[in-house]
């Protein structure tokens, strides 16, 4: 009987974790969305990031309490390392992204910053020593096929070799956070990692622009960065913390590999981008990466339970 709780538990922890991982894709997904739209409402990109972070930091800074109790009470050492993640990591992170969507379709960018995987696989296997599973290769695998389409797919959309090398250093800097959440997550709220890491790279932002700039935006601007800050940043980072949590970064990260699925179909419906072949074989590739290694957990956790 202690066995098949067991076994129930796990699977419903494996089960939340890739309904976390899928959540977090679906509100990750219109991040590069919500960049086109800051740069037609005529902001920079420095402007969309601030307003962005700022909003972010606001909303979990009055909602925190209500999540989770002793919400302002943090160690010293979450407070270093989330000054770490905060500064080194997530904001430089986000400039390169912001910066490389200006002149790279949303769409494709979802498909870029895919390579991500790859990296998470190699570091976690070479310097944390952790096992590497067979199906975690054959998703990777998989995923660089995917990345062969969209650079096909750049070359013919003549993108410039800059902005495709902002692109793919955000990916690295993407894989670096992730790995760095992996380290710092364990044991440790979601909500306080999310809140604190923002809330560092929102000051260390404010020496390249001043904050009080965010008065002066119409209502356009305003809006679009709130949603900017709400949904794709407070939401997806909550999201993609605990799925780690509960999955690790390699495969929730698979798991989260969904987001450019959610990317292109937002990309086409309220940006009108034309998708082209190899951005659509792109797509299918990643999707496939991630139901054929893991077909086994995935009906595992879509099976009714019983207490045979």
Known sequence: MRDIIEKQGMRSCLGMGILFSILSAVTYGLNPIFAKLGYAAQLSGIEILQSRFLFAVMTLAIAGPFLEDGFYRFSKSLLIKSLFIGLIVLLPLNLLY???????????MSLITYVYPVIILLVNGIVFHKKIQAS???SVALIVLACVCIFSDALRSRITLTALAIGFLS???????LLSLQQLAENVSAYKITFLTLLFASLGLCFFHNPVSVLSLNAEQL?????????????????V?????MLGATQAGIFCSFEPVFTICFASLLLGEHIPAF???GMVLLVVAIIAPNRDKITEVLRPKTLQ
């Open 98 to 108: 912001v910066y490389a969507l200006k002149d790279i379709p949303a769409s494709m």
């Open 136 to 138: 975690q290769i054959v």
């Open 171 to 177: 990916t690295f800097m993407y894989a670096a956070y």
């Open 223 to 239: 809006g679009v960065t709130f949603g900017y800050g709400v949904v794709s940043t407070v939401l997806s980072t909550i999201f």
């Open 241 to 245: 913390s605990k799925a780690i949590q």
């Open 279 to 281: 951005r659509w074989a």
